[in-house]
Protein backbone atom coordinates (compact mmCIF):
# COMPACT_ATOMS: atom_id res chain seq x y z
CA UNK A 1 0.00 0.00 0.00
CA UNK A 2 1.67 3.22 -0.84
CA UNK A 3 -0.31 5.83 0.26
CA UNK A 4 -0.50 6.56 3.92
CA UNK A 5 -2.85 4.86 6.19
CA UNK A 6 -5.21 6.56 8.40
CA UNK A 7 -7.27 5.41 11.26
CA UNK A 8 -8.80 6.53 14.30
CA UNK A 9 -7.75 4.74 17.91
CA UNK A 10 -8.72 5.29 21.33
CA UNK A 11 -6.60 6.61 24.15
CA UNK A 12 -6.89 7.81 27.68
CA UNK A 13 -4.18 10.33 28.22
CA UNK A 14 -4.69 10.78 31.34
CA UNK A 15 -6.36 8.23 33.97
CA UNK A 16 -9.77 8.32 34.57
CA UNK A 17 -13.34 7.12 34.59
CA UNK A 18 -14.61 6.38 30.78
CA UNK A 19 -14.85 10.35 30.26
CA UNK A 20 -11.18 9.95 30.48
CA UNK A 21 -10.94 8.11 26.75
CA UNK A 22 -10.14 10.71 23.46
CA UNK A 23 -10.69 9.39 20.47
CA UNK A 24 -7.35 10.49 18.06
CA UNK A 25 -6.35 10.23 14.56
CA UNK A 26 -3.16 8.62 13.16
CA UNK A 27 -0.99 7.19 10.08
CA UNK A 28 -0.11 3.59 9.94
CA UNK A 29 3.11 1.87 8.87
CA UNK A 30 2.79 -0.60 6.59
CA UNK A 31 2.19 -3.83 8.39
CA UNK A 32 5.77 -5.02 9.12
CA UNK A 33 7.20 -9.14 8.58
CA UNK A 34 4.92 -11.40 10.16
CA UNK A 35 2.02 -8.55 10.45
CA UNK A 36 -0.95 -7.98 8.97
CA UNK A 37 -3.42 -4.89 9.07
CA UNK A 38 -6.99 -5.07 9.83
CA UNK A 39 -9.79 -3.19 8.29
CA UNK A 40 -12.02 -3.35 11.92
CA UNK A 41 -15.29 -4.30 11.36
CA UNK A 42 -15.76 -4.91 15.49
CA UNK A 43 -13.68 -4.57 18.31
CA UNK A 44 -14.74 -6.22 22.01
CA UNK A 45 -14.73 -4.06 25.11
CA UNK A 46 -12.63 -6.14 27.95
CA UNK A 47 -12.03 -5.75 31.54
CA UNK A 48 -8.45 -5.34 31.54
CA UNK A 49 -9.10 -2.08 28.68
CA UNK A 50 -10.59 -0.45 31.88
CA UNK A 51 -7.97 -1.05 33.79
CA UNK A 52 -5.86 0.37 31.36
CA UNK A 53 -7.98 3.30 31.23
CA UNK A 54 -7.66 3.60 35.00
CA UNK A 55 -3.83 3.68 34.64
CA UNK A 56 -3.14 0.99 36.08
CA UNK A 57 -2.88 -1.87 33.06
CA UNK A 58 0.45 -0.24 31.24
CA UNK A 59 0.68 -1.72 27.18
CA UNK A 60 3.78 -4.33 27.18
CA UNK A 61 6.42 -2.56 24.67
CA UNK A 62 6.21 -2.35 21.52
CA UNK A 63 2.22 -3.01 21.83
CA UNK A 64 0.41 -0.40 18.94
CA UNK A 65 -0.93 2.38 20.52
CA UNK A 66 -4.35 2.84 21.82
CA UNK A 67 -6.81 0.53 23.55
CA UNK A 68 -8.09 -2.49 22.67
CA UNK A 69 -7.36 -6.24 22.68
CA UNK A 70 -9.18 -7.62 19.99
CA UNK A 71 -10.90 -7.18 16.93
CA UNK A 72 -12.74 -8.53 13.61
CA UNK A 73 -12.62 -7.74 10.11
CA UNK A 74 -11.26 -8.28 6.88
CA UNK A 75 -7.83 -8.64 5.97
CA UNK A 76 -6.40 -5.00 4.73
CA UNK A 77 -2.35 -6.01 4.17
CA UNK A 78 -0.36 -8.60 4.79
CA UNK A 79 3.43 -8.35 5.74
CA UNK A 80 6.36 -9.81 4.58
CA UNK A 81 6.16 -13.52 5.56
CA UNK A 82 2.65 -13.86 5.74
CA UNK A 83 1.47 -17.11 4.37
CA UNK A 84 -2.27 -18.73 4.92
CA UNK A 85 -4.23 -15.31 4.25
CA UNK A 86 -5.04 -12.94 1.32
CA UNK A 87 -6.58 -9.67 1.32
CA UNK A 88 -10.22 -9.10 2.03
CA UNK A 89 -10.56 -12.55 4.05
CA UNK A 90 -13.01 -12.70 7.14
CA UNK A 91 -10.71 -13.04 10.16
CA UNK A 92 -10.81 -12.24 13.90
CA UNK A 93 -7.26 -12.00 16.26
CA UNK A 94 -6.29 -10.81 19.55
CA UNK A 95 -4.11 -7.50 19.29
CA UNK A 96 -1.89 -6.15 21.68
CA UNK A 97 -3.46 -3.01 21.81
CA UNK A 98 -5.27 -0.72 19.67
CA UNK A 99 -8.00 -2.91 18.77
CA UNK A 100 -10.28 0.08 19.51
CA UNK A 101 -9.56 1.95 15.64
CA UNK A 102 -10.59 1.67 12.27
CA UNK A 103 -7.13 -0.33 11.45
CA UNK A 104 -5.94 -2.36 13.42
CA UNK A 105 -2.16 -4.35 13.44
CA UNK A 106 -1.70 -7.93 14.37
CA UNK A 107 1.15 -10.55 14.65
CA UNK A 108 -0.49 -13.21 12.13
CA UNK A 109 0.03 -15.91 14.33
CA UNK A 110 -2.09 -14.55 16.78
CA UNK A 111 -5.29 -14.66 13.60
CA UNK A 112 -7.96 -16.97 12.65
CA UNK A 113 -10.15 -17.12 10.04
CA UNK A 114 -14.03 -16.71 10.82
CA UNK A 115 -15.97 -19.82 9.85
CA UNK A 116 -18.66 -19.64 6.90
CA UNK A 117 -21.99 -18.90 8.83
CA UNK A 118 -20.55 -17.15 12.01
CA UNK A 119 -21.54 -13.59 12.30
CA UNK A 120 -18.32 -11.12 11.61
CA UNK A 121 -19.32 -8.46 14.32
CA UNK A 122 -19.84 -10.98 16.82
CA UNK A 123 -17.01 -12.82 16.11
CA UNK A 124 -15.38 -9.95 17.65
CA UNK A 125 -16.03 -10.99 20.91
CA UNK A 126 -13.84 -14.52 20.41
CA UNK A 127 -10.18 -14.26 20.67
CA UNK A 128 -9.83 -12.79 24.02
CA UNK A 129 -12.00 -14.91 25.92
CA UNK A 130 -11.37 -18.31 23.89
CA UNK A 131 -7.57 -17.61 24.42
CA UNK A 132 -8.03 -16.74 28.11
CA UNK A 133 -10.26 -19.43 28.88
CA UNK A 134 -8.16 -21.94 26.80
CA UNK A 135 -5.12 -21.72 28.18
CA UNK A 136 -6.59 -21.27 31.40
CA UNK A 137 -8.99 -24.01 32.08
CA UNK A 138 -8.47 -26.33 29.38
CA UNK A 139 -3.81 -26.02 29.08
CA UNK A 140 -3.21 -24.88 32.95
CA UNK A 141 -6.08 -26.31 34.42
CA UNK A 142 -6.00 -29.74 32.32
CA UNK A 143 -9.83 -30.01 32.83
CA UNK A 144 -11.33 -32.95 31.93
CA UNK A 145 -15.07 -34.61 30.09
CA UNK A 146 -16.62 -35.43 33.53
CA UNK A 147 -15.15 -33.22 35.92
CA UNK A 148 -16.93 -30.74 37.50
CA UNK A 149 -16.07 -27.36 36.72
CA UNK A 150 -16.63 -23.78 38.56
CA UNK A 151 -16.66 -19.92 36.62
CA UNK A 152 -17.21 -17.06 38.60
CA UNK A 153 -19.02 -14.54 36.97
CA UNK A 154 -20.47 -16.90 34.59
CA UNK A 155 -22.63 -14.34 32.59
CA UNK A 156 -19.53 -11.87 31.61
CA UNK A 157 -17.82 -12.23 28.17
CA UNK A 158 -15.25 -14.86 29.93
CA UNK A 159 -17.66 -16.64 31.92
CA UNK A 160 -20.51 -17.37 29.21
CA UNK A 161 -17.12 -18.54 26.50
CA UNK A 162 -16.03 -20.75 29.88
CA UNK A 163 -19.63 -22.41 30.51
CA UNK A 164 -20.01 -23.23 26.67
CA UNK A 165 -16.21 -24.18 26.14
CA UNK A 166 -17.02 -26.26 29.42
CA UNK A 167 -20.37 -28.32 28.35
CA UNK A 168 -18.77 -28.90 24.66
CA UNK A 169 -15.82 -30.34 26.15
CA UNK A 170 -18.49 -32.99 28.20
CA UNK A 171 -17.80 -30.91 31.76
CA UNK A 172 -20.17 -30.73 34.40
CA UNK A 173 -20.49 -26.83 34.29
CA UNK A 174 -21.47 -24.90 37.63
CA UNK A 175 -21.85 -20.83 37.72
CA UNK A 176 -22.01 -18.29 40.09
CA UNK A 177 -24.18 -14.71 38.88
CA UNK A 178 -25.36 -11.93 40.41
CA UNK A 179 -28.65 -11.11 39.69
CA UNK A 180 -31.98 -13.74 38.61
CA UNK A 181 -31.49 -13.08 35.08
CA UNK A 182 -27.78 -13.22 34.49
CA UNK A 183 -28.05 -16.98 36.09
CA UNK A 184 -30.99 -17.56 33.28
CA UNK A 185 -28.10 -16.74 30.59
CA UNK A 186 -25.48 -19.03 32.48
CA UNK A 187 -28.68 -21.96 32.32
CA UNK A 188 -29.55 -21.04 29.08
CA UNK A 189 -25.72 -21.68 28.02
CA UNK A 190 -25.52 -24.96 29.40
CA UNK A 191 -24.38 -24.92 33.02
CA UNK A 192 -25.65 -27.46 35.37
CA UNK A 193 -26.07 -25.65 38.40
CA UNK A 194 -26.13 -21.86 38.76
CA UNK A 195 -26.09 -20.17 42.20
CA UNK A 196 -26.91 -16.33 42.69
CA UNK A 197 -24.16 -14.98 45.28
CA UNK A 198 -25.80 -12.30 46.08
CA UNK A 199 -29.31 -14.55 47.19
CA UNK A 200 -28.03 -17.92 47.97
CA UNK A 201 -24.51 -19.57 49.96
CA UNK A 202 -22.85 -20.39 46.96
CA UNK A 203 -20.05 -22.75 48.93
CA UNK A 204 -22.59 -24.69 50.31
CA UNK A 205 -24.41 -25.18 46.99
CA UNK A 206 -21.23 -26.09 45.10
CA UNK A 207 -20.42 -29.01 47.94
CA UNK A 208 -24.05 -30.34 47.48
CA UNK A 209 -23.62 -30.20 43.71
CA UNK A 210 -20.70 -32.50 44.46
CA UNK A 211 -17.56 -29.96 44.77
CA UNK A 212 -15.47 -28.15 41.57
CA UNK A 213 -12.15 -29.89 39.93
CA UNK A 214 -11.44 -26.98 38.25
CA UNK A 215 -12.48 -23.15 39.50
CA UNK A 216 -11.92 -20.18 36.68
CA UNK A 217 -11.83 -17.46 39.23
CA UNK A 218 -12.09 -13.78 38.12
CA UNK A 219 -12.61 -12.35 41.94
CA UNK A 220 -9.86 -12.93 44.15
CA UNK A 221 -10.32 -11.45 47.72
CA UNK A 222 -12.21 -13.35 50.25
CA UNK A 223 -13.01 -16.07 47.39
CA UNK A 224 -9.99 -17.73 47.18
CA UNK A 225 -10.09 -19.39 50.72
CA UNK A 226 -14.06 -20.11 49.42
CA UNK A 227 -13.23 -21.66 46.15
CA UNK A 228 -10.48 -24.15 48.17
CA UNK A 229 -13.45 -24.86 50.52
CA UNK A 230 -15.49 -26.46 47.58
CA UNK A 231 -12.12 -27.68 45.46
CA UNK A 232 -11.93 -31.64 45.38
CA UNK A 233 -9.40 -33.40 46.00
CA UNK A 234 -6.05 -32.73 42.89
CA UNK A 235 -8.49 -29.61 42.27
CA UNK A 236 -6.92 -26.86 40.33
CA UNK A 237 -7.74 -23.22 41.48
CA UNK A 238 -7.17 -20.82 38.22
CA UNK A 239 -7.00 -17.02 39.16
CA UNK A 240 -7.28 -14.90 36.33
CA UNK A 241 -8.57 -11.19 37.95
CA UNK A 242 -9.24 -10.16 41.71
CA UNK A 243 -11.91 -7.52 41.07
CA UNK A 244 -11.76 -7.49 45.29
CA UNK A 245 -8.15 -7.95 45.76
CA UNK A 246 -4.95 -9.76 44.88
CA UNK A 247 -3.67 -10.21 48.60
CA UNK A 248 -5.45 -12.70 50.83
CA UNK A 249 -5.03 -14.67 53.91
CA UNK A 250 -4.50 -18.83 53.55
CA UNK A 251 -4.77 -21.41 55.63
CA UNK A 252 -2.77 -23.80 53.65
CA UNK A 253 -3.32 -26.92 55.69
CA UNK A 254 -6.54 -27.69 53.58
CA UNK A 255 -4.23 -27.05 50.25
CA UNK A 256 -2.15 -29.82 51.55
CA UNK A 257 -4.16 -32.57 52.59
CA UNK A 258 -6.22 -32.58 49.41
CA UNK A 259 -3.14 -32.10 47.16
CA UNK A 260 -4.68 -28.79 45.46
CA UNK A 261 -3.18 -27.00 43.03
CA UNK A 262 -3.50 -22.93 42.76
CA UNK A 263 -2.06 -21.35 39.62
CA UNK A 264 -2.92 -18.11 37.37
CA UNK A 265 -1.66 -16.19 34.23
CA UNK A 266 -1.99 -13.11 32.30
CA UNK A 267 -2.47 -13.46 28.39
CA UNK A 268 -1.17 -9.94 27.09
CA UNK A 269 2.21 -9.81 27.97
CA UNK A 270 3.16 -13.02 26.36
CA UNK A 271 5.38 -13.43 23.72
CA UNK A 272 4.03 -13.80 19.92
CA UNK A 273 5.36 -17.14 19.53
CA UNK A 274 3.14 -17.84 22.64
CA UNK A 275 -0.02 -16.54 21.95
CA UNK A 276 0.30 -18.16 18.32
CA UNK A 277 0.60 -21.20 20.16
CA UNK A 278 -2.37 -20.63 21.85
CA UNK A 279 -4.11 -19.37 18.90
CA UNK A 280 -2.93 -22.85 16.89
CA UNK A 281 -4.56 -24.82 20.24
CA UNK A 282 -8.27 -22.75 19.64
CA UNK A 283 -7.84 -23.48 16.24
CA UNK A 284 -7.62 -27.18 16.35
CA UNK A 285 -9.59 -28.06 19.14
CA UNK A 286 -12.08 -24.65 19.89
CA UNK A 287 -13.07 -23.61 16.50
CA UNK A 288 -15.28 -26.67 15.34
CA UNK A 289 -17.21 -26.17 18.19
CA UNK A 290 -17.40 -22.17 16.88
CA UNK A 291 -17.95 -23.44 13.62
CA UNK A 292 -20.82 -25.87 14.77
CA UNK A 293 -22.42 -23.15 16.81
CA UNK A 294 -21.78 -24.75 20.42
CA UNK A 295 -19.40 -21.79 21.07
CA UNK A 296 -20.84 -18.21 20.15
CA UNK A 297 -20.54 -15.09 21.60
CA UNK A 298 -23.68 -13.39 23.39
CA UNK A 299 -23.71 -10.22 22.38
CA UNK A 300 -24.65 -8.11 25.21
CA UNK A 301 -24.71 -4.00 23.32
CA UNK A 302 -22.65 -2.37 20.23
CA UNK A 303 -21.81 0.87 20.27
CA UNK A 304 -20.38 3.45 17.57
CA UNK A 305 -16.63 4.23 18.00
CA UNK A 306 -17.47 7.51 19.07
CA UNK A 307 -19.87 6.33 21.69
CA UNK A 308 -16.83 4.47 23.35
CA UNK A 309 -17.01 6.37 27.08
CA UNK A 310 -21.09 4.88 26.96
CA UNK A 311 -19.69 1.27 26.14
CA UNK A 312 -17.14 1.71 29.26
CA UNK A 313 -19.56 3.12 31.17
CA UNK A 314 -21.94 0.20 30.53
CA UNK A 315 -18.50 -2.30 31.46
CA UNK A 316 -18.15 -0.51 35.24
CA UNK A 317 -21.75 -0.44 35.59
CA UNK A 318 -21.43 -4.35 35.66
CA UNK A 319 -24.85 -4.90 34.38
CA UNK A 320 -23.81 -6.26 30.75
CA UNK A 321 -23.78 -10.32 30.51
CA UNK A 322 -22.05 -11.50 27.67
CA UNK A 323 -19.85 -8.99 25.61
CA UNK A 324 -20.11 -5.32 24.57
CA UNK A 325 -18.77 -4.32 21.48
CA UNK A 326 -17.63 -1.14 19.28
CA UNK A 327 -18.26 -0.81 15.77
CA UNK A 328 -15.51 1.18 13.91
Known sequence: MNQPIVTRIVTAPEPGGPEAL????????PPGRGEVLIQVTAAGVNRPDVIERMGFYPPPPGAPKGLGLEVSGTILALGEGVTGFERGQRVCALVAGG????????????????????????????????????????????????????VHGGSSGIGTSAIQM???????????AGTAGKCAICRDLGADHVFNYREEDWVEGVKAAGGADVILDMVGGDYVARNLAVLNRFGRLVQIAFLKGSR???????????????????????????KAQIAADVHAQ???????????????????????????????????????????
Open 22 to 29: RIEEITLD
Open 99 to 150: GYADIARAAAGSVLPVPEGVDLVAAAGLPETLFTVWTNVFDTGALQPGERFL
Open 166 to 176: AKAHGAIVLAT
Open 248 to 274: VELDLMGLMLKRQTITGSTLRARSDEE
Open 286 to 328: VWPWVADGKVKTLVDSTFALGEVASAHARMDSMAHAGKILLLP
